[in-house]
């Protein structure tokens, strides 16, 4: 017990440097949710086939997608189903996780 | 306890692997493994959409976690596409792939059965006699089947005389080869047993499919669906339309069929005997074999219960399953996608614990089942589940998910291309 203790002034004082601030947990929840995309969009965002590939694409349009999804104004067969199942945070953090990725040739 | 929040263990686990780190060097370039010392040793049991994925993910995500995984057969064979193979529409070679990717990643993938699962001694035996030690256990060990719920059964199945063809493989081409050899004017029946079971739309969308063979090929013939529950347990109006559009006069549905015994061809109902030329029956279902041997079975008798946030069982620490053999959250379906994503789950849940960190606390999953009504048109079932950390489970997203307006080619499309996608993903290829 006493070494984590020890550590937090340290992480602390790295999370206060890092700009913009991201904990591990948030780049972790990101990457997680993400995740639950893969089965249609690629692991990754590298889609194959008729789905739409989603590594690199800029995370502000990923959101507005989404939001047209859930707001009916892009008509889907089966995304505005699905997009109505994250909140808008966790929209953010799967928009962000995907703009960072690298698209495969 | 977990015995890695230990310091003194913690140091030893590094001291151990470092030198076995050390020992292996001369082969550093070969494999995609980085180097530094292993957090863990993980094995996965069963190569299906659970425990691929599981596996894959932890390498991907975990970096120096020693992965085995441990499947009886040398391919993967999926049940979702399986039944535009029973159709015609598709080939077993469309529906198999392997393990080389997972390999290329350095997961170690040994082919062989389980024998025994030693929880105490954090070991698994193999037939073989080979001892696989690990710090946590992932078990994907899919569905076995409640035989003894109907009569006749076992032997039916054992003699070759009925398939179920619930688990892809042999199965499906014995299916496929008995629909070939039926001659035009027979009866296809198919019974269906009470939910919970693996794949709800699949039973109908395998109706649909058979139905689709005969419609080209054998007119006269027919599918006669012996559902044991009162309705179409997924989809129905879509299934129901499907029927009516596409196979008036083949496809005749009976809801509260339940199967009480099987003589030759013949399904003995609870007030009447049904005549088959092929008689295909989807036996009552149960966690695997596998999670009984392991101690794991605590819900019902029937299923594992686990912890929603790390697919932990709720019966044995150090031992995660994922997929059909758990007692399923509310409206959660026992899905190749579903067991997918809570593998996921998994992954991200276990390499934290192997680090001594705390878990994701809020994890999501989803699932997406496209079935096919003709072998161009598409519909789909759709859920979001979130966690839900009052009452410790997962919940559908109100106002989120649902079904196909209509069936759909473009969905046709799109379910191939979700099979070629969540291919790649669990398998690295």
Redesign the interface.
Known sequence: MI?PLRMAPAALALAALAAPPVLA?DV??A???A??C??????NGN?????KPLAGLQADKIVAMMNDFKSGAMPA??MH??????TDE?IRLVAGYFAAQQPKK | MNPLNDPTRRRLLTAGATLGGLATLGLAGCAATPSGPSIGRVVVVGGGYGGATAARYLKMWGGNVDVTLVERNTSFVSCPISNLVLGGHKQMADITRGYDGLKALGVKVVQGDVTAIDAAGKKVRLASGTELPYDRLVLSPGIDFMLEQVGGLQAALDSGRVAHSWKAGPQTVALRRQLEAMPDGGVYALSIPLAPYRCPPGPYERACMVASYFKQFKPRSKVLVLDANPDVTSKGPLFKKAWNDHYKGIVEYRGNAVLKEVSGTTAKLEFEDVRADVLNVVPPQRAADLAVKAGVVNMNNRWVGVNWMTLESTAVPGIHVLGDSTMSAPAMPKSGHMANQQAKVAAAAIIQLLKGEAVNATPVVMNTCYSFVTARDVVHVASVHQYDAADRTFKTVPGSGGVSAAANQIEGRYALSWADNIWADMLAA
Request: with cysteine.
């Open positions: 070494r947990q972790n929840l990457r997680n949710l995740a639950t893969a089965n249609c969009h690629g692991t889609a194959r086939g008729d789905m067969t089966i189903q699905i997009a109505k199942g994250y966790q």
